[in-house]
């Protein structure tokens, strides 16, 4: 899987939109990117993935620059439950178990302030 | 959406004893299951990769006799911490692949070892 480098922590105010970069620019013509979270003491939960597109769901959109090195994972609103640590990943979406083996970088830690 | 269930959620055990850990997809078969171990403060790390009716593929440094690993049916993989030491206290999760619909991943809530 290529490797991703995010910042550390980010902060937002409540209500308000958060934007967690990721850089992947060893990223493979195959690979998807792929944002999951992780709350506090939680398994990692899936938010959204996207191979050239932009994405959108109900969680969060997903902007990926037109030579897919890099992308913003947006979350519109941001509520006190959305502070986790966030993690990029690339990998091959569904398909061989080569791609089911995650490999989690540091991710970032988004906190969410009152 | 599908769901991994881990159990048990939370296990204190005494040095030198082994502790099971179950992983279940309730909803979709998974033929490959994935254990990873999580330490405070720190990131996910890849333990192995539980394969069903075959033997499990460890990454390296990763004892495969002390982490056994059983993937007897299609929807339920064990993790056994055998002689567990402090050292092994950790946050251990796992994940399913769904090979029948999306080939998507899903993570179970993560069981958390304390070893006396």
């Known amino acids: 899987d290529a490797k991703t480098t995010q910042p550390p922590s980010m902060d937002c105010a409540e209500g308000r939109a958060a934007n967690l970069p990721c850089n992947h620019s060893t990223i493979s013509g195959n690979e998807y990117v792929y944002w999951y979270r992780q709350i506090h003491s939680q398994g990692p939960q899936y938010i959204i993935h996207?191979?050239?597109n932009n994405e959108t769901n109900e969680m969060a959109s997903l902007i990926i620059t037109e030579d897919r090195k890099s992308s913003t994972l947006i979350l519109p609103h941001a509520t006190l439950r959305d502070t986790a640590v966030y993690y990029c990943i690339v990998r091959v979406a569904g398909g061989e178990t080569s791609g089911s083996r995650l490999t989690f970088g540091e991710g970032t830690q988004l906190t969410v302030n009152p | 959406g599908a769901v991994v269930s881990q159990h048990p959620s939370r296990v204190i055990c005494k040095s030198g004893t082994s502790v099971k850990i179950e992983c279940r997809s309730l909803?979709?078969?998974?033929?490959?299951m994935f254990w990873y171990r999580q330490f405070p403060k720190q990131s996910l790390m890849l333990m192995a990769t539980s394969n069903e009716g075959s033997k499990a593929t460890y990454e390296q440094g990763v004892e495969k006799d002390k982490f056994l690993i059983n993937h007897a049916s299609l929807t339920l993989s064990t993790l056994t911490v055998t002689s567990a030491h402090p050292e092994d206290s950790s946050f251990y999760i796992c994940?399913?692949?769904?090979?029948?619909?999306?080939?998507?991943?899903?993570f179970g809530e993560g069981s958390r070892l304390t070893v006396l």
């Open positions: 996207g191979l050239k």
């Open positions: 909803d979709f078969q998974a033929t490959t």
């Open positions: 994940s399913a692949r769904d090979v029948g619909n999306t080939g998507e991943l899903f």
